[in-house]
């Protein structure tokens, strides 16, 4: 009889709820909802969207400087979103540096590495939140000064939260109704099952087409044999051995069987 692994109970319900495994190609639409709103960085990122609308009252913008702000942090967001997943999330540059290596593996490779897993597919608070302020904030002060950046700051959150839902969606096991959505989610699981080197955006692939990163699996005729390690190998790992000593080892294999061949090794 497989035994049950180590340091992980069989019956996980008795544990908190973020104490447990989620996996979204388990999940209901309704246990996604419910899971995605008691999620600590959707609770933060609400309560910094909520205490930026308490400030601009005490430091408001007139009603047109307020909404350029709101636009402009919507029109911003996607190409910041679409550089930073490019470069520096795909960059073959942070798990070469020590003290980054696992800052690398925690906000990428381990979504990478098992792209269903929801406890890894939100962004780590430490990094999206002083991004979305330099992505957002300046463009919004500019405007109109200290509430056109929160105004934008908020949408810039409030964005995200769009994102980071839409996001776990594209994993979820299910069909969406709208053909804009199923759309979006071919391209994402592409992304994550077949080349990782394109579809760079989570809802918006108008940069990836602007850039030519953009593409349908029928364009790529071959799967890229780093779609789950992000080229991070044995054989670089010889040399930077940070993200290799921080996860146990490396896998490269569809994490579904990954996950059958543990349960028949077991």
């Known amino acids: 009889m497989p035994q049950p692994t180590a340091n992980v109970p069989d019956d996980q319900s008795r544990l908190p709820f973020w104490k447990r495994s989620h996996y979204l190609d388990r999940m209901t639409l309704?246990?996604?909802i419910s899971a995605y709103f008691?999620?600590?960085t959707i609770i933060s990122y609400l309560s910094v969207a909520a205490a930026c609308i308490v400030a601009f009252a005490f430091f408001p913008a007139s009603p047109w400087q307020t909404a350029a702000s709101v636009m402009a942090a919507i029109l911003i967001y996607p190409l910041v979103w679409h550089l930073l997943h490019q470069y520096i999330l795909h960059g073959q540059w942070m798990y070469k540096v020590r003290?980054?290596?696992?800052?690398?593996k925690r906000i990428h490779y381990d979504h990478h590495q098992d792209p269903n897993h929801l406890e890894v597919l939100f962004g780590g608070?430490?990094?999206t939140l002083p991004t979305i302020a330099v992505a957002t904030m300046p463009v919004?002060?500019?405007?109109?000064?200290?509430?056109?950046a929160l105004a934008a700051f908020a949408t810039g959150i409030l964005t995200t939260c769009y994102y980071e839902f839409m996001h776990c969606i594209q994993h979820l096991s299910f069909k969406p109704r709208w053909k804009w959505v199923q759309s979006m989610k071919q391209r994402h699981n592409e992304h994550h099952y077949f080349d990782e080197d394109g579809n760079f955006g989570i809802t918006n692939y108008a940069w990836d087409r602007i850039l030519g990163t953009y593409y349908e699996k029928k364009d790529r005729p071959t799967r890229s044999p780093t779609v789950f390690n992000l080229g991070y190998t044995e054989e670089v790992a010889v040399r930077y051995p940070w993200v290799k000593q921080l996860s146990g080892g490396i896998a490269s294999g569809h994490p579904r069987r990954r996950v059958q061949n543990t349960g028949s090794e077991a």
Do not use: F, K, N, R
């Open 140 to 148: 919004g002060w500019l405007i109109g000064g200290a509430g056109g």
């Open 125 to 127: 608070l430490y990094t």
């Open 30 to 32: 309704g246990e996604l």
């Open 99 to 104: 003290c980054l290596s696992s800052t690398w």
């Open 38 to 40: 008691q999620h600590y």
